[in-house]
Every structure is written in C-alpha cells, then in structure tokens.
C-alpha cells in the first residue's frame, strides 16, 4: 500500500484477516495498516497540525508541567484522565477525544455512562476544563484527574 492511499476501512481489514492463509501472510500484507503510532508521537503531530506548542497544551490541560513533557516525550504513559486533561488542553473535538483516548490505548467515551457524556458534552461546547470540572462536580462524580477517575 502506498503510503498516499487513505487507510482501509475496518471491515475490509477483517475480510482480508479471515481470508488470509495465515496470520503471517496478513501481517505482511498489510503493514501499512496495522498498528498505530505511539502516543507521544500522535500528540507532537496533533500539536503541529494545530500549531501549538506542548507547553501551551500542557498549561491549559492542568497537568504538571514536568510530567506532561514525558508524556510528550514519550517517557510517560498517561491515564485515561490525563489523556482526558490533555483533550482539553487541546480544545479537541469529540472524535479527536477519542482518537487520542485510542492512541493511548484507553477505551473511549461512551455516552451511556453519565461521567463520560458529560465530559462529552463539555468538550462539544468548548467548556474549559475547569468548567468541566463544576459541571462533573455538580453530577457528582469524579472529577478529571479526580480519584477514580
């Protein structure tokens, strides 16, 4: 596959993988297509695409500025919340949330579980994070970054 071409779409890839001979052959055939890039790198080229710069992103997700230059760095891996602090920091998107949260390898928002639609919402209608937070703490449930959360 040329590295031009858009990416297959899932279920293409499914049919490929169960017609294939082999696991082997799969893989082979469809480098290209597996795997995604690490989390640190996704958040760099997020970061140039948006023309920010990490400590901009950092600052605004209210994570400490040391510990979110090794994410960035790709020393540390973040939780789930964290990647969450780092989807406002960004002033992401729904489906950029969840491709960062996929990156990352967290499970992504599901709007049947109260705490994740209203941090849906909040990222929807571009709330800070702090306005998240009083509108999590208003449906008392955990806060972002907040214990179990």
């Not at 001979?21 to 480098?31: C, I, L, T």
């Not at 960062?100 to 109260?114: F, M, V």
């Not at 009083?134 to 959360?149: F, H, T």
Request: hydrophobic share 40%; net charge neutral; proline share 6%.
């Amino acid at each position: 596959m040329d590295r031009r071409d858009p990416p297959l779409a899932t279920d293409v890839l499914w049919d490929q993988l169960f017609e294939a001979p082999s696991f082997e052959r799969f893989v082979s055939d469809n480098q290209e297509e597996i795997g995604l890039p690490s989390f640190s790198e996704y958040i760099r080229v997020l970061c140039r695409q948006k023309g920010e710069a990490a400590e901009r992103v950092i600052r605004r997700a209210n994570i400490e500025r040391s510990y979110g230059h090794q994410i960035f760095r790709g020393s540390r891996r973040p939780s789930r919340d964290t990647v969450l602090q780092l989807a406002f920091g960004f002033g992401a998107d729904l489906p950029q949330v969840q491709a960062l949260l996929k990156h990352a390898g967290h499970s992504p928002l599901y709007p049947r579980i109260e705490r994740d639609a209203a941090i849906g919402y909040c990222l929807h209608h571009r709330m800070s994070l702090i306005d998240a937070q009083s509108v999590l703490a208003e449906l008392r449930v955990p806060l972002i970054g907040g214990s179990g959360g």
